[in-house]
Protein backbone atom coordinates (compact mmCIF):
# COMPACT_ATOMS: atom_id res chain seq x y z
CA UNK A 1 0.00 0.00 0.00
CA UNK A 2 0.98 3.51 -0.39
CA UNK A 3 1.12 5.85 2.60
CA UNK A 4 -1.14 8.60 2.92
CA UNK A 5 0.97 12.07 1.83
CA UNK A 6 0.25 15.64 1.73
CA UNK A 7 0.64 15.68 -1.71
CA UNK A 8 -1.87 16.28 -3.80
CA UNK A 9 -2.16 15.00 -7.58
CA UNK A 10 -0.96 17.08 -9.99
CA UNK A 11 -1.23 16.50 -13.82
CA UNK A 12 1.82 16.63 -16.10
CA UNK A 13 2.38 15.93 -19.45
CA UNK A 14 5.19 14.09 -20.68
CA UNK A 15 8.34 15.81 -21.98
CA UNK A 16 11.62 13.98 -21.14
CA UNK A 17 14.48 15.97 -21.15
CA UNK A 18 17.84 14.25 -22.81
CA UNK A 19 20.53 14.87 -20.45
CA UNK A 20 23.70 12.35 -22.03
CA UNK A 21 25.80 15.41 -22.26
CA UNK A 22 25.50 15.86 -18.59
CA UNK A 23 28.10 12.65 -18.15
CA UNK A 24 27.85 11.01 -14.81
CA UNK A 25 25.41 12.64 -11.74
CA UNK A 26 27.43 12.59 -8.30
CA UNK A 27 24.84 10.49 -6.75
CA UNK A 28 26.23 7.37 -8.87
CA UNK A 29 29.99 7.52 -8.63
CA UNK A 30 30.39 5.42 -6.05
CA UNK A 31 28.06 2.95 -8.10
CA UNK A 32 30.44 0.17 -8.89
CA UNK A 33 32.91 1.75 -10.88
CA UNK A 34 30.92 4.66 -11.63
CA UNK A 35 30.80 4.34 -15.38
CA UNK A 36 27.30 5.52 -15.51
CA UNK A 37 25.22 7.92 -18.41
CA UNK A 38 22.77 9.68 -17.87
CA UNK A 39 20.34 9.39 -20.48
CA UNK A 40 17.02 10.82 -19.72
CA UNK A 41 15.49 12.21 -16.62
CA UNK A 42 11.89 14.07 -16.31
CA UNK A 43 9.67 16.14 -13.13
CA UNK A 44 7.73 13.92 -11.48
CA UNK A 45 4.75 14.88 -8.80
CA UNK A 46 5.19 11.10 -7.00
CA UNK A 47 6.79 10.71 -3.59
CA UNK A 48 9.36 7.77 -3.00
CA UNK A 49 6.38 5.35 -1.79
CA UNK A 50 4.94 5.69 -4.94
CA UNK A 51 8.07 4.98 -6.53
CA UNK A 52 9.21 2.03 -4.93
CA UNK A 53 5.49 0.61 -5.31
CA UNK A 54 5.59 0.90 -9.00
CA UNK A 55 9.04 -0.33 -9.71
CA UNK A 56 8.51 -3.40 -7.97
CA UNK A 57 5.71 -4.21 -10.00
CA UNK A 58 7.61 -3.42 -12.99
CA UNK A 59 10.30 -6.24 -11.51
CA UNK A 60 7.79 -8.23 -11.05
CA UNK A 61 5.77 -7.80 -14.55
CA UNK A 62 7.94 -6.98 -17.36
CA UNK A 63 5.53 -7.47 -19.39
CA UNK A 64 3.92 -4.09 -18.54
CA UNK A 65 7.17 -2.38 -20.30
CA UNK A 66 7.83 -4.80 -23.23
CA UNK A 67 5.04 -6.85 -25.19
CA UNK A 68 7.88 -9.27 -26.40
CA UNK A 69 7.66 -10.42 -22.82
CA UNK A 70 5.66 -12.95 -21.17
CA UNK A 71 6.45 -12.59 -17.48
CA UNK A 72 9.07 -12.39 -14.72
CA UNK A 73 9.84 -15.96 -12.13
CA UNK A 74 11.22 -15.00 -9.21
CA UNK A 75 14.00 -17.06 -7.84
CA UNK A 76 15.04 -14.96 -5.11
CA UNK A 77 13.64 -12.23 -2.84
CA UNK A 78 15.16 -10.90 0.38
CA UNK A 79 11.99 -9.54 1.62
CA UNK A 80 10.42 -13.32 1.55
CA UNK A 81 10.93 -15.62 4.55
CA UNK A 82 11.20 -18.73 2.00
CA UNK A 83 13.15 -16.42 -0.88
CA UNK A 84 13.15 -18.86 -3.66
CA UNK A 85 9.88 -19.03 -5.50
CA UNK A 86 9.15 -22.87 -5.51
CA UNK A 87 7.65 -22.65 -8.76
CA UNK A 88 10.53 -21.18 -10.44
CA UNK A 89 12.55 -23.19 -8.49
CA UNK A 90 10.68 -26.59 -9.69
CA UNK A 91 12.21 -25.52 -12.98
CA UNK A 92 15.59 -23.39 -13.13
CA UNK A 93 18.15 -25.22 -10.54
CA UNK A 94 19.86 -21.58 -9.83
CA UNK A 95 22.91 -21.58 -7.88
CA UNK A 96 21.67 -18.33 -5.84
CA UNK A 97 24.90 -17.89 -3.79
CA UNK A 98 26.61 -17.69 -6.62
CA UNK A 99 24.25 -15.20 -7.77
CA UNK A 100 24.53 -12.72 -4.60
CA UNK A 101 28.36 -13.11 -4.68
CA UNK A 102 28.67 -12.61 -8.38
CA UNK A 103 25.64 -9.82 -9.28
CA UNK A 104 25.77 -7.66 -5.70
CA UNK A 105 27.10 -4.59 -4.90
CA UNK A 106 26.93 -4.90 -1.28
CA UNK A 107 24.88 -5.86 1.89
CA UNK A 108 25.32 -2.88 3.48
CA UNK A 109 24.84 -0.62 0.48
CA UNK A 110 27.22 1.59 -0.99
CA UNK A 111 28.21 5.03 0.58
CA UNK A 112 25.40 7.43 0.62
CA UNK A 113 22.83 4.33 0.27
CA UNK A 114 21.73 1.59 2.15
CA UNK A 115 20.61 -1.45 0.64
CA UNK A 116 16.43 -2.43 0.97
CA UNK A 117 16.12 -5.21 -1.01
CA UNK A 118 17.61 -7.77 -3.32
CA UNK A 119 15.39 -9.69 -6.40
CA UNK A 120 16.26 -12.28 -8.52
CA UNK A 121 14.58 -12.71 -11.15
CA UNK A 122 14.23 -14.61 -15.05
CA UNK A 123 12.44 -12.47 -17.44
CA UNK A 124 10.59 -15.20 -20.29
CA UNK A 125 10.14 -14.26 -23.53
CA UNK A 126 7.04 -14.70 -25.35
CA UNK A 127 8.65 -16.37 -28.27
CA UNK A 128 11.58 -18.69 -27.19
CA UNK A 129 12.22 -19.65 -30.06
CA UNK A 130 13.54 -15.54 -31.34
CA UNK A 131 14.11 -14.57 -27.72
CA UNK A 132 16.07 -15.78 -25.06
CA UNK A 133 15.44 -15.46 -21.09
CA UNK A 134 17.36 -13.53 -19.62
CA UNK A 135 18.15 -13.54 -15.60
CA UNK A 136 18.41 -10.33 -13.47
CA UNK A 137 19.57 -8.86 -9.96
CA UNK A 138 16.91 -6.15 -9.24
CA UNK A 139 18.36 -3.91 -5.67
CA UNK A 140 16.63 -1.17 -3.93
CA UNK A 141 18.65 1.56 -2.51
CA UNK A 142 17.88 4.42 -0.54
CA UNK A 143 19.78 7.51 0.38
CA UNK A 144 21.01 7.72 3.86
CA UNK A 145 22.80 10.57 4.10
CA UNK A 146 20.78 14.08 5.58
CA UNK A 147 20.12 16.50 2.65
CA UNK A 148 17.09 18.42 1.36
CA UNK A 149 16.47 15.53 -1.15
CA UNK A 150 15.93 11.91 -1.05
CA UNK A 151 17.11 9.64 -3.38
CA UNK A 152 15.78 5.91 -4.55
CA UNK A 153 17.72 3.73 -6.64
CA UNK A 154 16.72 0.51 -8.76
CA UNK A 155 19.79 -1.21 -10.17
CA UNK A 156 19.66 -3.94 -12.71
CA UNK A 157 22.29 -6.05 -13.44
CA UNK A 158 21.45 -8.52 -16.37
CA UNK A 159 23.85 -11.81 -15.76
CA UNK A 160 25.64 -11.98 -18.72
CA UNK A 161 29.45 -11.41 -19.32
CA UNK A 162 29.30 -9.43 -22.97
CA UNK A 163 27.18 -7.54 -25.13
CA UNK A 164 26.68 -9.93 -27.33
CA UNK A 165 25.11 -12.18 -24.66
CA UNK A 166 21.91 -9.40 -24.24
CA UNK A 167 18.50 -10.39 -25.75
CA UNK A 168 17.04 -7.94 -28.17
CA UNK A 169 14.56 -6.76 -25.49
CA UNK A 170 16.75 -5.74 -23.07
CA UNK A 171 19.39 -2.78 -23.58
CA UNK A 172 22.92 -3.58 -24.67
CA UNK A 173 24.00 -2.39 -21.39
CA UNK A 174 26.09 -3.78 -18.33
CA UNK A 175 23.56 -2.00 -15.81
CA UNK A 176 20.82 0.43 -15.81
CA UNK A 177 19.06 2.59 -12.91
CA UNK A 178 16.29 4.05 -12.33
CA UNK A 179 16.52 6.99 -9.74
CA UNK A 180 13.66 9.16 -8.04
CA UNK A 181 14.97 12.11 -6.31
CA UNK A 182 12.35 13.90 -3.53
CA UNK A 183 12.38 17.19 -1.98
CA UNK A 184 9.89 17.17 0.53
CA UNK A 185 7.28 19.66 1.71
CA UNK A 186 8.19 18.74 5.51
CA UNK A 187 11.56 20.84 5.90
CA UNK A 188 14.48 18.52 6.71
CA UNK A 189 15.15 20.06 10.63
CA UNK A 190 19.40 18.97 9.56
CA UNK A 191 18.81 21.23 6.59
CA UNK A 192 18.90 25.36 6.86
CA UNK A 193 16.28 26.15 5.29
CA UNK A 194 16.98 29.76 2.93
CA UNK A 195 14.65 32.51 2.86
CA UNK A 196 12.14 32.59 0.25
CA UNK A 197 12.61 29.00 -0.46
CA UNK A 198 10.18 26.78 -2.06
CA UNK A 199 8.79 23.78 0.44
CA UNK A 200 6.38 22.71 -2.26
CA UNK A 201 6.99 19.14 -2.71
CA UNK A 202 9.24 17.99 -6.25
CA UNK A 203 10.69 15.39 -7.88
CA UNK A 204 12.62 14.06 -10.72
CA UNK A 205 13.06 10.44 -12.34
CA UNK A 206 15.67 9.64 -14.26
CA UNK A 207 17.25 6.45 -16.73
CA UNK A 208 20.67 5.92 -16.42
CA UNK A 209 23.27 3.02 -18.23
CA UNK A 210 26.40 1.71 -17.37
CA UNK A 211 28.00 0.69 -20.48
CA UNK A 212 29.96 -2.11 -21.57
CA UNK A 213 33.77 -1.22 -21.58
CA UNK A 214 33.86 -1.57 -25.54
CA UNK A 215 30.50 0.02 -26.43
CA UNK A 216 30.83 2.74 -28.79
CA UNK A 217 29.28 6.18 -28.52
CA UNK A 218 26.89 7.86 -29.58
CA UNK A 219 23.96 5.39 -28.36
CA UNK A 220 21.75 3.17 -30.66
CA UNK A 221 18.91 4.13 -31.46
CA UNK A 222 17.34 0.97 -29.97
CA UNK A 223 18.92 1.57 -26.19
CA UNK A 224 17.39 5.38 -26.54
CA UNK A 225 13.64 4.31 -27.68
CA UNK A 226 14.34 1.40 -24.62
CA UNK A 227 15.23 4.10 -22.41
CA UNK A 228 12.09 6.55 -23.02
CA UNK A 229 9.72 4.03 -23.38
CA UNK A 230 10.77 2.89 -19.66
CA UNK A 231 10.45 6.42 -18.17
CA UNK A 232 7.55 6.62 -19.94
CA UNK A 233 5.78 4.18 -17.99
CA UNK A 234 7.46 5.08 -14.80
CA UNK A 235 5.48 8.51 -15.02
CA UNK A 236 2.42 7.41 -16.40
CA UNK A 237 2.14 4.37 -13.75
CA UNK A 238 3.35 7.10 -11.04
CA UNK A 239 0.81 9.11 -11.92
CA UNK A 240 -2.15 7.10 -12.24
CA UNK A 241 -0.95 5.75 -8.55
CA UNK A 242 -0.76 9.97 -7.59
CA UNK A 243 -4.57 10.32 -8.97
CA UNK A 244 -5.92 7.19 -6.94
CA UNK A 245 -5.76 4.57 -9.45
CA UNK A 246 -6.40 0.96 -8.59
CA UNK A 247 -6.22 -1.99 -10.49
CA UNK A 248 -9.56 -3.57 -11.07
CA UNK A 249 -8.39 -6.41 -13.12
CA UNK A 250 -7.13 -9.27 -11.63
CA UNK A 251 -5.45 -12.07 -13.29
CA UNK A 252 -4.12 -16.22 -12.42
CA UNK A 253 -7.17 -16.46 -9.67
CA UNK A 254 -7.70 -19.99 -10.49
CA UNK A 255 -4.06 -21.16 -12.04
CA UNK A 256 -0.80 -19.53 -11.67
CA UNK A 257 0.13 -17.73 -14.77
CA UNK A 258 4.00 -19.22 -15.04
CA UNK A 259 1.61 -22.97 -15.29
CA UNK A 260 -0.39 -21.37 -18.48
CA UNK A 261 1.88 -19.55 -20.15
CA UNK A 262 4.35 -22.54 -20.27
CA UNK A 263 1.53 -24.53 -21.65
CA UNK A 264 0.97 -21.60 -23.92
CA UNK A 265 4.44 -21.63 -25.37
CA UNK A 266 4.28 -25.29 -25.92
CA UNK A 267 1.40 -25.49 -27.52
CA UNK A 268 1.65 -22.93 -29.81
CA UNK A 269 5.13 -24.10 -31.21
CA UNK A 270 3.42 -27.58 -31.50
CA UNK A 271 -0.24 -26.21 -33.27
CA UNK A 272 0.39 -22.77 -34.68
CA UNK A 273 2.28 -23.10 -37.95
CA UNK A 274 -0.26 -25.80 -38.42
CA UNK A 275 -3.17 -24.55 -38.14
CA UNK A 276 -2.42 -20.95 -39.08
CA UNK A 277 -1.15 -22.16 -42.64
CA UNK A 278 -4.03 -24.18 -43.25
CA UNK A 279 -6.40 -21.83 -41.99
CA UNK A 280 -9.67 -21.66 -44.67
CA UNK A 281 -12.10 -19.55 -43.00
CA UNK A 282 -12.74 -15.82 -43.97
CA UNK A 283 -11.65 -14.68 -40.13
CA UNK A 284 -8.40 -13.52 -39.24
CA UNK A 285 -6.44 -17.03 -38.30
CA UNK A 286 -4.19 -14.70 -35.96
CA UNK A 287 -6.87 -14.01 -33.66
CA UNK A 288 -8.92 -17.53 -33.83
CA UNK A 289 -5.62 -19.91 -33.69
CA UNK A 290 -4.08 -18.35 -30.76
CA UNK A 291 -6.71 -17.23 -28.93
CA UNK A 292 -8.34 -21.05 -28.98
CA UNK A 293 -4.34 -21.90 -27.85
CA UNK A 294 -4.44 -19.72 -24.80
CA UNK A 295 -8.07 -21.60 -23.60
CA UNK A 296 -6.30 -25.06 -24.31
CA UNK A 297 -3.94 -24.17 -22.35
CA UNK A 298 -6.03 -22.66 -19.52
CA UNK A 299 -8.61 -25.69 -19.67
CA UNK A 300 -5.35 -27.98 -19.45
CA UNK A 301 -4.23 -26.64 -16.43
CA UNK A 302 -7.42 -26.48 -14.38
CA UNK A 303 -7.81 -29.67 -15.56
CA UNK A 304 -4.88 -30.95 -14.08
CA UNK A 305 -5.51 -29.68 -10.90
CA UNK A 306 -9.57 -31.34 -11.01
CA UNK A 307 -8.66 -34.78 -12.37
CA UNK A 308 -6.09 -37.45 -12.18
CA UNK A 309 -3.50 -37.55 -14.85
CA UNK A 310 -4.14 -39.88 -17.90
CA UNK A 311 -0.67 -41.86 -16.82
CA UNK A 312 -2.56 -42.79 -13.18
CA UNK A 313 -6.76 -42.85 -14.07
CA UNK A 314 -6.75 -46.41 -12.78
CA UNK A 315 -4.86 -44.98 -9.71
CA UNK A 316 -6.97 -45.51 -6.29
CA UNK A 317 -7.53 -43.36 -3.00
CA UNK A 318 -5.52 -45.91 -1.15
CA UNK A 319 -2.77 -44.88 -3.52
CA UNK A 320 -3.36 -41.06 -2.60
CA UNK A 321 -4.77 -39.44 -5.36
CA UNK A 322 -8.71 -38.95 -4.66
CA UNK A 323 -9.46 -37.12 -8.04
CA UNK A 324 -11.72 -38.18 -10.46
CA UNK A 325 -10.33 -39.25 -14.07
CA UNK A 326 -11.00 -37.01 -16.67
CA UNK A 327 -14.73 -37.00 -17.73
CA UNK A 328 -14.37 -35.38 -21.24
CA UNK A 329 -15.48 -32.99 -22.53
CA UNK A 330 -18.13 -31.08 -24.78
CA UNK A 331 -17.70 -27.70 -26.80
CA UNK A 332 -21.40 -26.31 -27.32
CA UNK A 333 -21.62 -24.35 -30.38
CA UNK A 334 -17.74 -25.20 -30.98
CA UNK A 335 -17.83 -22.60 -34.22
CA UNK A 336 -14.49 -23.67 -36.53
CA UNK A 337 -13.60 -26.62 -33.92
CA UNK A 338 -9.74 -25.20 -33.34
CA UNK A 339 -10.33 -26.04 -29.84
CA UNK A 340 -11.38 -28.89 -30.07
CA UNK A 341 -8.86 -30.23 -32.29
CA UNK A 342 -6.20 -28.87 -30.13
CA UNK A 343 -7.62 -30.84 -26.67
CA UNK A 344 -8.08 -34.00 -28.72
CA UNK A 345 -4.51 -33.94 -30.17
CA UNK A 346 -3.56 -33.27 -26.55
CA UNK A 347 -4.94 -37.14 -25.19
CA UNK A 348 -8.30 -35.01 -23.97
CA UNK A 349 -11.54 -37.25 -24.50
CA UNK A 350 -14.80 -35.11 -26.02
CA UNK A 351 -16.25 -33.59 -29.12
CA UNK A 352 -17.87 -30.35 -30.01
CA UNK A 353 -20.94 -29.38 -32.00
CA UNK A 354 -22.26 -26.21 -34.05
CA UNK A 355 -25.74 -24.95 -35.56
CA UNK A 356 -23.43 -25.35 -39.23
CA UNK A 357 -20.60 -26.82 -40.47
CA UNK A 358 -17.42 -25.24 -40.92
CA UNK A 359 -14.98 -25.17 -43.34
CA UNK A 360 -12.27 -25.20 -41.33
CA UNK A 361 -13.68 -28.95 -39.90
CA UNK A 362 -12.38 -30.22 -43.18
CA UNK A 363 -8.59 -29.42 -42.66
CA UNK A 364 -8.65 -31.70 -39.58
CA UNK A 365 -7.59 -34.99 -39.16
CA UNK A 366 -10.26 -37.68 -39.82
CA UNK A 367 -10.29 -38.59 -35.59
CA UNK A 368 -10.93 -35.18 -34.90
CA UNK A 369 -14.00 -34.73 -37.78
CA UNK A 370 -15.73 -37.46 -36.14
CA UNK A 371 -15.64 -35.51 -32.79
CA UNK A 372 -17.58 -32.62 -34.75
CA UNK A 373 -21.48 -32.31 -35.28
CA UNK A 374 -23.54 -29.87 -36.89
CA UNK A 375 -26.43 -30.28 -34.47
CA UNK A 376 -28.80 -28.11 -33.22
CA UNK A 377 -29.67 -27.96 -29.49
CA UNK A 378 -32.99 -27.63 -28.17
CA UNK A 379 -32.97 -27.33 -24.43
CA UNK A 380 -34.71 -30.13 -22.53
CA UNK A 381 -36.52 -27.97 -20.25
CA UNK A 382 -37.62 -26.39 -23.34
CA UNK A 383 -39.35 -29.59 -24.82
CA UNK A 384 -41.19 -30.00 -21.28
CA UNK A 385 -42.23 -26.46 -21.40
CA UNK A 386 -43.96 -26.84 -24.78
CA UNK A 387 -45.08 -30.43 -25.30
CA UNK A 388 -46.22 -29.92 -29.01
CA UNK A 389 -42.36 -29.27 -30.15
CA UNK A 390 -41.20 -33.21 -28.10
CA UNK A 391 -44.50 -34.80 -28.43
CA UNK A 392 -45.89 -36.80 -31.21
CA UNK A 393 -49.46 -36.47 -32.99
CA UNK A 394 -51.77 -39.02 -32.94
CA UNK A 395 -51.02 -40.90 -36.59
CA UNK A 396 -48.44 -38.32 -37.01
CA UNK A 397 -45.01 -40.38 -36.91
CA UNK A 398 -43.01 -36.70 -36.74
CA UNK A 399 -42.86 -34.58 -33.78
CA UNK A 400 -42.97 -30.81 -34.79
CA UNK A 401 -39.38 -30.49 -33.62
CA UNK A 402 -38.43 -32.74 -36.27
CA UNK A 403 -40.93 -31.01 -39.22
CA UNK A 404 -39.05 -27.39 -38.13
CA UNK A 405 -35.48 -28.00 -38.25
CA UNK A 406 -35.31 -29.37 -41.88
CA UNK A 407 -36.55 -27.13 -43.28
CA UNK A 408 -33.71 -24.93 -42.82
CA UNK A 409 -30.85 -25.44 -45.78
CA UNK A 410 -27.01 -25.68 -44.57
CA UNK A 411 -25.89 -24.99 -48.01
CA UNK A 412 -27.31 -25.86 -51.41
CA UNK A 413 -26.73 -29.20 -51.36
CA UNK A 414 -28.20 -30.15 -48.43
CA UNK A 415 -31.25 -28.72 -48.77
CA UNK A 416 -33.98 -30.21 -46.78
CA UNK A 417 -31.36 -32.07 -45.25
CA UNK A 418 -32.53 -33.42 -41.42
CA UNK A 419 -29.89 -32.05 -38.94
CA UNK A 420 -29.68 -33.42 -35.65
CA UNK A 421 -30.39 -31.92 -32.14
CA UNK A 422 -29.61 -32.50 -28.68
CA UNK A 423 -31.77 -31.80 -25.52
CA UNK A 424 -28.64 -30.51 -23.73
CA UNK A 425 -28.31 -33.57 -21.15
CA UNK A 426 -24.94 -34.75 -21.24
CA UNK A 427 -23.09 -37.61 -19.01
CA UNK A 428 -22.69 -37.08 -15.59
CA UNK A 429 -19.94 -35.09 -14.95
CA UNK A 430 -19.08 -34.02 -18.36
CA UNK A 431 -17.32 -30.69 -18.78
CA UNK A 432 -18.43 -28.25 -20.27
CA UNK A 433 -17.19 -25.05 -22.69
CA UNK A 434 -19.50 -22.64 -23.65
CA UNK A 435 -16.58 -20.48 -25.52
CA UNK A 436 -18.67 -17.70 -27.09
CA UNK A 437 -21.86 -19.72 -27.75
CA UNK A 438 -23.81 -16.80 -27.61
CA UNK A 439 -27.66 -18.80 -27.99
CA UNK A 440 -26.21 -21.03 -25.74
CA UNK A 441 -24.52 -18.85 -23.20
CA UNK A 442 -27.07 -18.18 -20.31
CA UNK A 443 -28.69 -22.44 -20.89
CA UNK A 444 -24.86 -23.34 -19.91
CA UNK A 445 -25.43 -23.26 -16.12
CA UNK A 446 -28.84 -24.85 -16.31
CA UNK A 447 -27.73 -27.76 -18.59
CA UNK A 448 -25.08 -28.29 -16.31
CA UNK A 449 -26.88 -28.33 -13.54
CA UNK A 450 -29.28 -30.52 -15.24
CA UNK A 451 -25.88 -33.33 -15.75
CA UNK A 452 -24.14 -32.39 -12.44
CA UNK A 453 -21.63 -31.03 -14.78
CA UNK A 454 -18.45 -28.49 -13.83
CA UNK A 455 -18.25 -25.61 -16.97
CA UNK A 456 -16.01 -23.13 -18.37
CA UNK A 457 -18.25 -20.17 -19.76
CA UNK A 458 -17.00 -17.27 -21.73
CA UNK A 459 -19.71 -14.99 -22.05
CA UNK A 460 -19.54 -12.77 -25.48
CA UNK A 461 -23.28 -11.60 -27.14
CA UNK A 462 -26.38 -11.08 -25.23
CA UNK A 463 -29.25 -13.61 -25.61
CA UNK A 464 -32.24 -14.18 -23.50
CA UNK A 465 -33.20 -17.79 -22.47
CA UNK A 466 -35.27 -17.83 -25.68
CA UNK A 467 -32.20 -17.25 -28.04
CA UNK A 468 -33.17 -13.90 -28.76
CA UNK A 469 -30.60 -10.85 -28.53
CA UNK A 470 -31.94 -8.45 -25.54
CA UNK A 471 -30.21 -6.47 -23.28
CA UNK A 472 -29.08 -8.15 -20.02
CA UNK A 473 -30.14 -7.52 -17.04
CA UNK A 474 -27.80 -6.60 -14.12
CA UNK A 475 -27.67 -6.16 -10.29
CA UNK A 476 -28.52 -2.82 -11.35
CA UNK A 477 -32.06 -3.28 -12.28
CA UNK A 478 -32.27 -6.46 -9.96
CA UNK A 479 -31.92 -9.01 -12.64
CA UNK A 480 -35.34 -8.19 -14.06
CA UNK A 481 -35.89 -8.27 -17.73
CA UNK A 482 -37.99 -5.58 -19.50
CA UNK A 483 -40.28 -7.96 -21.03
CA UNK A 484 -42.74 -5.14 -21.09
CA UNK A 485 -41.23 -2.85 -22.71
CA UNK A 486 -42.41 -1.89 -26.35
CA UNK A 487 -40.12 -2.99 -29.06
CA UNK A 488 -38.93 0.57 -30.33
CA UNK A 489 -37.78 1.66 -26.81
CA UNK A 490 -36.21 -2.36 -26.06
CA UNK A 491 -34.87 -1.68 -29.63
CA UNK A 492 -33.29 1.58 -28.22
CA UNK A 493 -31.63 0.12 -24.73
CA UNK A 494 -30.04 -2.75 -27.32
CA UNK A 495 -27.93 -0.11 -28.79
CA UNK A 496 -27.64 2.16 -25.74
CA UNK A 497 -24.75 1.67 -23.37
CA UNK A 498 -27.08 0.70 -20.23
CA UNK A 499 -30.49 -0.64 -19.11
CA UNK A 500 -32.78 2.48 -18.96
CA UNK A 501 -35.71 1.26 -16.52
CA UNK A 502 -37.17 -2.21 -15.15
CA UNK A 503 -40.53 -3.51 -15.48
CA UNK A 504 -41.76 -6.83 -13.81
CA UNK A 505 -42.09 -9.49 -15.53
CA UNK A 506 -45.23 -10.53 -17.65
CA UNK A 507 -48.22 -12.06 -15.13
CA UNK A 508 -47.54 -10.49 -11.83
CA UNK A 509 -49.66 -8.55 -10.29
CA UNK A 510 -50.23 -5.19 -10.95
CA UNK A 511 -47.75 -5.49 -14.01
CA UNK A 512 -45.68 -2.21 -12.83
CA UNK A 513 -42.17 -1.17 -12.68
CA UNK A 514 -41.07 -2.33 -9.39
CA UNK A 515 -38.05 0.03 -9.36
CA UNK A 516 -36.38 2.91 -11.60
CA UNK A 517 -37.32 5.74 -13.66
CA UNK A 518 -37.48 7.48 -17.41
CA UNK A 519 -35.21 9.52 -15.55
CA UNK A 520 -32.62 7.28 -15.69
CA UNK A 521 -32.17 7.27 -19.33
CA UNK A 522 -30.50 10.88 -18.89
CA UNK A 523 -26.39 10.54 -19.19
CA UNK A 524 -25.65 11.27 -15.85
CA UNK A 525 -27.22 8.20 -14.80
CA UNK A 526 -26.69 5.98 -17.57
CA UNK A 527 -22.74 6.58 -17.15
CA UNK A 528 -23.19 5.05 -13.73
CA UNK A 529 -24.80 1.73 -15.47
CA UNK A 530 -22.77 -1.46 -16.48
CA UNK A 531 -22.00 -1.62 -20.31
CA UNK A 532 -23.50 -4.02 -21.64
CA UNK A 533 -20.62 -7.06 -21.38
CA UNK A 534 -20.18 -6.48 -18.03
CA UNK A 535 -24.13 -6.76 -17.79
CA UNK A 536 -24.19 -10.11 -19.73
CA UNK A 537 -21.55 -11.46 -17.19
CA UNK A 538 -23.47 -10.37 -14.21
CA UNK A 539 -26.45 -12.14 -15.48
CA UNK A 540 -25.34 -15.49 -16.47
CA UNK A 541 -23.01 -15.74 -12.80
CA UNK A 542 -26.41 -14.80 -11.77
CA UNK A 543 -27.99 -17.54 -13.21
CA UNK A 544 -25.12 -19.40 -11.99
CA UNK A 545 -25.45 -18.76 -8.87
CA UNK A 546 -29.37 -19.34 -8.65
CA UNK A 547 -29.46 -22.70 -9.89
CA UNK A 548 -26.63 -23.60 -7.38
CA UNK A 549 -23.28 -23.32 -8.30
CA UNK A 550 -20.39 -21.22 -6.44
CA UNK A 551 -18.82 -19.18 -8.90
CA UNK A 552 -15.58 -18.45 -9.74
CA UNK A 553 -14.46 -16.11 -12.03
CA UNK A 554 -10.63 -15.43 -14.41
CA UNK A 555 -10.00 -12.72 -16.56
CA UNK A 556 -8.21 -14.89 -19.27
CA UNK A 557 -4.98 -13.63 -21.00
CA UNK A 558 -6.53 -13.58 -24.24
CA UNK A 559 -6.27 -11.85 -27.61
CA UNK A 560 -9.81 -10.58 -27.07
CA UNK A 561 -11.70 -7.83 -25.01
CA UNK A 562 -14.30 -10.67 -24.18
CA UNK A 563 -12.38 -12.24 -21.97
CA UNK A 564 -14.03 -12.78 -18.86
CA UNK A 565 -14.23 -16.89 -17.99
CA UNK A 566 -16.74 -18.18 -15.73
CA UNK A 567 -15.79 -21.52 -13.65
CA UNK A 568 -18.29 -23.10 -12.13
CA UNK A 569 -16.97 -26.63 -10.55
CA UNK A 570 -19.10 -26.90 -7.43
CA UNK A 571 -22.57 -27.03 -5.91
CA UNK A 572 -23.65 -25.44 -3.02
CA UNK A 573 -25.00 -27.27 -0.33
CA UNK A 574 -28.58 -26.37 -0.48
CA UNK A 575 -28.22 -27.99 -4.08
CA UNK A 576 -27.09 -30.84 -3.96
CA UNK A 577 -28.85 -34.22 -3.25
CA UNK A 578 -31.61 -33.41 -5.75
CA UNK A 579 -33.17 -36.42 -7.83
CA UNK A 580 -33.03 -35.73 -11.58
CA UNK A 581 -36.90 -34.21 -11.53
CA UNK A 582 -35.97 -31.88 -8.55
CA UNK A 583 -33.53 -30.69 -10.50
CA UNK A 584 -35.69 -30.29 -13.33
CA UNK A 585 -38.53 -28.42 -11.84
CA UNK A 586 -35.96 -26.26 -10.66
CA UNK A 587 -34.26 -25.31 -14.06
CA UNK A 588 -37.98 -25.04 -15.31
CA UNK A 589 -38.64 -22.39 -12.70
CA UNK A 590 -35.76 -19.83 -13.61
CA UNK A 591 -36.72 -20.59 -17.43
CA UNK A 592 -40.78 -19.83 -16.56
CA UNK A 593 -39.27 -16.64 -14.29
CA UNK A 594 -36.70 -15.63 -17.30
CA UNK A 595 -39.53 -15.80 -20.40
CA UNK A 596 -37.78 -18.68 -22.06
CA UNK A 597 -40.27 -19.89 -25.21
CA UNK A 598 -39.17 -23.11 -27.03
CA UNK A 599 -41.25 -21.73 -30.27
CA UNK A 600 -38.77 -18.79 -30.45
CA UNK A 601 -35.74 -21.05 -29.88
CA UNK A 602 -36.25 -23.22 -32.44
CA UNK A 603 -37.28 -20.29 -35.05
CA UNK A 604 -33.51 -19.10 -33.70
CA UNK A 605 -32.13 -22.42 -34.25
CA UNK A 606 -33.68 -22.50 -38.03
CA UNK A 607 -31.95 -19.34 -38.66
CA UNK A 608 -28.62 -20.69 -37.01
CA UNK A 609 -28.45 -23.27 -39.54
CA UNK A 610 -28.70 -20.90 -42.59
CA UNK A 611 -25.93 -18.79 -41.11
CA UNK A 612 -27.64 -15.80 -39.79
CA UNK A 613 -25.92 -16.00 -36.54
CA UNK A 614 -22.71 -14.40 -35.32
CA UNK A 615 -19.36 -16.01 -36.18
CA UNK A 616 -16.75 -16.48 -33.70
Known amino acids: MVENTSVEPQSMSFKPEDVTSQ ?3 EVLKELLDGRWLAILQHPCPFPPEIFEDITLNLIHNPNINSSVLFRADILYDSAKQSGCDEQAADTDVYPIREILQDHIVAYDGFPGFTLKRIIVRKMVPRNPELDKPVVQTCQVFQSNQITDRQHTLLLYIPHVSSG ?8 NVQSLVCLHSWRSSQPNPHVPVLPHSSLSPSGTISVHYRLF ?4 LPLSDRSKRTALHLLATLHKHGQGALDGYTKRVHHDQLVSQQRVQDTYTRLKATHAKRLSDNWVEQTDSSKHVFEDLSIAAFLMELWRDMYRPAASRRATNAQGDSRPAFPGFVDIGCGNGVLVDILLREGYRGWGFDARNRKSWAIFETSTQRQLKQMILVPQPLLDMNPDLGQKREGDPATLL ?109 DQPRQGSLKDLGPANRSKQPSAYAALCDWVSHLSGAIGYEVEKEMLRLPSTRNTGLICRTLIPRAEGLSASEKMDKVKAIAVREGADGGAWVERAKSLMVGKGEKH
Open 402 to 510: SKLLPKASTSAKTSGTKIEWHNGIFPTGTFIISNHADELTPWTPLLAYLSTSPFLMIPCCSHNLSGLRFRAPSKFNNYSADTLAPSFFAGSITKSKSVAITVAPAGEEN
Open 164 to 171: SEIPWYHP
Open 213 to 216: PDQP
Open 23 to 25: GVW
